[in-house]
């Protein structure tokens, strides 16, 4: 499509609260009528430079669900680490050109390092990670997806894993924006297979493109987190999984507090979750009421080792 085509941090602007793209590429057609993917790469390209890992995980992750309809989108992120790449190149040819110009040494050696800086991490987009499958189970209000935002983008190669939610699946499938409260026959017999059916679908796409992915759902019959590692198995990928578990008074607080939510659970589906039959339960049991910070550090310890790499701007 005809795209930005010069999508990085510095053609970017806040004008009136709202974020701008400004200075696209308007005179050449082979810098502009590219891959959506390759466009987006940029700013991938470019957050993850400037320190910004959460930001870059993610913006990529609210691309993939806003094209929830578009085939193969999952599948084209077997190209992302070279299309990081070729935009790292890009940033390191310009700084590289802009210090051969410079009249002040101080600045001529600024703009050198800025290259380096954008070589190495070139080196870092192609370097080889093993996808990794991580399922996130739990009653509604446990803290599901605030913890695979933050696990996210220290999994897998970068910019991190894809983050699969359950609630964004079934409004992409009921064709509703993900804030808008669907009707009662959204959640009918049936329902939530189709939608965990279609989650393990993208899970698998998304590891055989070599992504990372995390599947943030309730996960709380037995068959629907056996079926959530056939899937790692079956794409021959490590699988682990996490029960979050919190203080019923803090579910309901947690619950009663949201708005604007992808998840339209509040305290009777949490009272009928509650009388769900969870069954065997061998995935790693993490408290989370105690805050995410403690969460994460919890789940540092339960996943095997290699599994979470330290990104930059999170040390």
């Known amino acids: 499509r005809h795209v930005h085509g010069d999508l990085h941090l510095g053609n970017i602007c806040l004008f009136g609260g709202q974020p701008r793209l400004f200075d696209c590429i308007e005179f050449n057609e082979e810098f502009a009528v590219i891959d959506i993917l390759y466009d987006l790469a940029f700013l ?87 996808p990794v499958l991580l399922g996130i189970g739990g009653l509604s209000g446990t803290g599901k997806s605030t913890l695979a935002r933050r696990l996210a983008p220290l999994l897998g190669r970068i910019p991190g894993a894809v983050v699969l939610r359950s609630d964004a699946i079934r409004k992409a499938m009921w064709g509703v ?46 068959e629907e987190r056996a079926a959530l590692e056939a899937v790692a198995r079956d794409c021959g990928t490590a699988f682990h999984g996490l029960w979050l578990d919190a203080p019923d008074s803090e579910l309901e607080d947690r619950l009663a507090a949201r708005r604007g939510d992808v998840s339209d659970a509040d305290s009777a589906v949490l009272h009928r979750q509650r009388g769900y039959d969870i069954g065997p339960l061998d995935w790693s049991r993490v408290a989370t009421g105690g805050g995410i910070d403690a969460a994460v550090a919890a789940v540092a310890d339960a996943l095997p080792g290699g599994w979470l790499r330290v990104a930059p701007g999170m040390a």
Not at 114 to 125: G, R
Request: aromatic share 6%; charged share 20%.
């Open 177 to 222: 924006a993900p804030t808008e409260k669907l009707p009662p026959e959204a959640y009918a017999a049936g329902q939530s297979e189709a939608v965990y059916a279609e989650l393990r679908r993208q899970a698998a796409a998304g590891l055989r493109a070599g992504q990372a992915v995390i599947a943030d759902a309730v996960h709380a019959r037995a």
């Open 44 to 130: 991938l390209m470019d957050l993850w430079h400037a320190g910004r890992p959460a930001q870059a995980n993610r913006v990529l992750n609210f691309w993939l669900e806003d094209l929830h309809d578009m085939p193969g989108r999952l599948d084209g992120l077997s190209l992302l680490p070279l299309y990081l790449a070729l935009r790292a190149a890009i940033r390191t040819h310009v700084h590289c050109s802009m210090a051969a110009v410079q009249q002040d040494a101080a600045a001529a050696r600024s703009q050198a390092e800025t290259a380096q800086a954008y070589l190495a991490e070139l080196a870092a987009f192609l370097a080889p990670a093993q």
